[in-house]
């Protein structure tokens, strides 16, 4: 039986141990805006090698639970479970083909010129990790990595379609898109009003779904899982309560390359041209949080 002197010690060593360890131990929230757009490389003109198209930035918000770990006064490790929207906007402005779907069924190819703005929100159920460092006492500088799992994606906008063959009228619809829903051919059809396209009858387009110029899909629009680093600095207003800005930069391909095709031109036989892109998603998010 241990004696009372030894069992009084281990007694005080444990408690000092717990109190130790909840001492480095912090948890917290934070919560802020997102500003992001994709680092993507334009498709080129085959006319005059002009850009057709842009990637522009969108906001979004960011909203989770953080804990921290400190090894030293000066040093430790972050961790975050966060609801993160990042996205972009993307705008066409240039020649372009289209399939209509005629009223028995077959396709219809024109040409012409598109002009539309399309803006993607996804959102992401992020794992960022850190290690931080504090060089003087409010303010905290960190890097680190993590991953992401997207959990929605949807685009909207408007298209219009211009100088079409076949002596048609100007097109204009509205782009709804849920990559995550959305099948192949799917669009909204005017009920009363059809296009005459050199004799032949198609459908009018009211709106159009993520997929509605593929006639099978392989996945998603976008690839569900993103790795990326990131570097953030914070500062303390008082123990607790911080301010931060952080950058975000992606290592993996946001988009499913089976979807990365020319929009300016086909193929001999007509067919669509593929145009893989490395596509980053960049990220800078501004955040107000507390740990205690």
Known sequence: MINNPLKTGITLLLLAFTLSAQAQLQFGFRAGLNNSTIDSESELSPIDGSELDAFTTS?????????????????????????????????????????????????????????YAIQNSNAYIDFPISVYFRPIKKIEVSFGAGIGFLVSSFGNGQLEYTNISGNVEDQIWDLRHNYFRDEA??????????????????????????????????????????????????????????LSARYFYGLSDVTNDFYSVKQSELDEEMNPIPNPQNNRSLSTQFSLGFYF
């Open 59 to 115: 906001t979004g918000f960011h909203l989770g639970m953080a804990f921290g770990y400190e090894l030293y006064d000066f040093m430790g490790f972050r961790g975050e479970f966060l609801y993160n929207q990042k996205g972009y906007t993307y705008a066409y402005n240039g020649q372009a083909y289209q399939y209509f779907e005629s009223t028995n069924g077959e396709p219809i190819l024109t040409t012409g010129t598109k002009t």
């Open 185 to 242: 051919g799917g669009a909204a059809i005017s009920n009363v009003e059809n296009i005459n396209i050199a004799g032949q009858f198609a459908r009018k387009n009211v709106s159009t779904g993520a997929y509605y110029n593929y006639d099978v899909l392989d996945g998603k629009f976008f690839n569900t899982v993103n790795l990326n680093l990131h570097g953030e600095i914070s500062f303390f207003l008082n123990s607790s309560v911080f």
